[in-house]
T-cell receptor
Framework: QQQVKQSPQSLIVQKGGISIINCAYE??????FPWYQQFPGKGPALLIA?????SEKKEGRFTISFNKSAKQFSLHIMDSQPGDSATYFC?????????FGTGTRLTIIP | EAEVAQSPRYKITEKSQAVAFWCDPI?????LYWYRQILGQGPELLVQ????????DSQLPKDRFSAERLKGVDSTLKIQPAELGDSAMYLC??????????FGPGTRLTVT
């Protein structure tokens, strides 16, 4: 079964800093790599996603970088804000299934 | 903005009782998913519907769990009998023609 490995498990970043979360996927047919943001007691919300035919996608302060040869992709949050404090999940959508990483609990401190 | 609706938001039930969750996907979304999320972990797929048909229920514990989407719109997930280990967040998601899956707010189940 397809697995997605995510790191770090938790991350503390100072306000205004850059938050970086990394994920690695296995060698399989790949279609789409989304990132979800989840606040306590809420469902995951789609944040940003990338197709494997591009190496980078940017939306506001959020950027996904995709390294096809290394089978890795990462999320960068620029100018991190206290409101970004949440759990972030990377995921891989392939063969009609969405497989999630283990999650990263991000805390932005003043 | 269209959203996935779920109810109830919270459910407390005793072990061996039956419990049911309801989901209404975004209008026009043919694909519907039920996930289970244990605290501190990522969501795990339980069952996938395409319209009214089950596409994948390989991870659904069929001895106690059942799911239906009779008219291809809303869906119900049932657990009977509930066990202590079923305590989790149950999430519903839907997808249209694109790859994006949109999640509802979830139902937090506590089995005592």
């Amino acid at each position: 079964q397809q697995q997605v490995k995510q790191s770090p498990q938790s991350l503390i970043v100072q306000k205004g800093g850059i938050s970086i979360i990394n994920c690695a996927y296995e060698n399989t047919a790949f279609d789409y790599f989304p990132w979800y943001q989840q606040f306590p007691g809420k469902g995951p919300a789609l944040l940003i996603a990338i197709r494997p035919d591009v190496s980078e996608k940017k939306e506001g302060r959020f950027t996904i970088s995709f390294n096809k040869s290394a089978k890795q992709f990462s999320l960068h949050i620029m100018d991190s804000q206290p409101g970004d404090s949440a759990t972030y999940f990377c995921a891989h959508f392939g063969n009609e299934k969405l497989t999630f990483g283990t999650g990263t609990r991000l805390t932005i401190i003043p | 903005e269209a959203e996935v609706a779920q109810s109830p938001r919270y459910k407390i039930t005793e072990k061996s009782q039956a419990v049911a969750f309801w989901c209404d996907p975004i209008s026009g979304h043919a694909t519907l998913y039920w996930y289970r999320q244990i605290l501190g972990q990522g969501p795990e797929l339980l069952v996938q519907f395409q319209d009214e048909s089950v596409v994948d229920d390989s991870q659904l514990p069929k001895d106690r769990f059942s799911a239906e989407r009779l008219k291809g719109v809303d869906s119900t997930l049932k657990i009977q009998p509930a066990e202590l280990g079923d305590s989790a967040m149950y999430l519903c998601a839907s997808r249209g023609d694109s790859y994006e899956q949109y999640f509802g707010p979830g139902t937090r189940l506590t089995v005592t």
